[in-house]
């Protein structure tokens, strides 16, 4: 499981499988090395996103008539197509990674983060909520 954790001692430990780290480990102070490791991470970010849409789609066709009637999945696939645009805007912007230490997030930076979050726990609370929303199960 790709981890970007920041460098105690203590994760050093947690965070260790077969005598070696199974996470990247990296000074969160030093936004340079962090961003970084956050860009190389993204590749795996969006291979779970593929995955999640994939399983998806096969929960979807194997009853869809649970799923055509209910107004949550409506909700969730408009939320989760956002975010699916979300993750472009930090990967096509450089923006976001050329912060320098101790420097600013911008304004435009800040709402995409926040908008990820917020897209997140929708998506999430949407899925968790299909049987009570829709009543289709």
């Given at each position: 499981v790709p981890v970007v954790a920041n460098d105690l001692e203590v994760l050093r430990e947690v965070l260790r499988a077969d005598d070696g780290p199974c996470a990247l480990f990296v000074d969160a102070n030093d936004t340079a090395s962090f961003a970084a490791a956050v860009h190389r991470l993204l590749p795996w970010g969006v291979l779970g996103f593929v995955i999640n849409v994939l399983t998806g789609i096969v929960f979807f066709v194997t009853v869809p008539d649970q799923y055509t009637q209910n107004i949550a999945l409506e909700y969730k696939i408009a939320l989760t197509m956002i975010a699916g645009?979300?993750?472009?805007?930090?990967?096509?912007?450089?923006?976001?990674?050329?912060?320098?230490?101790?420097?600013?997030?911008?304004?435009?930076?800040?709402?995409?983060?926040?908008?990820?979050?917020?897209?997140?726990?929708?998506?999430?609370?949407?899925?968790?909520?299909?049987?009570?929303?829709?009543?289709?199960?």
């Open positions: 645009a979300n993750v472009l805007y930090f990967t096509v912007f450089d923006e976001a990674w050329a912060i320098e230490s101790g420097g600013d997030a911008p304004a435009t930076g800040k709402f995409m983060a926040g908008l990820t979050i917020l897209l997140w726990i929708g998506i999430i609370w949407l899925g968790r909520m299909m049987p009570f929303i829709g009543g289709s199960f």
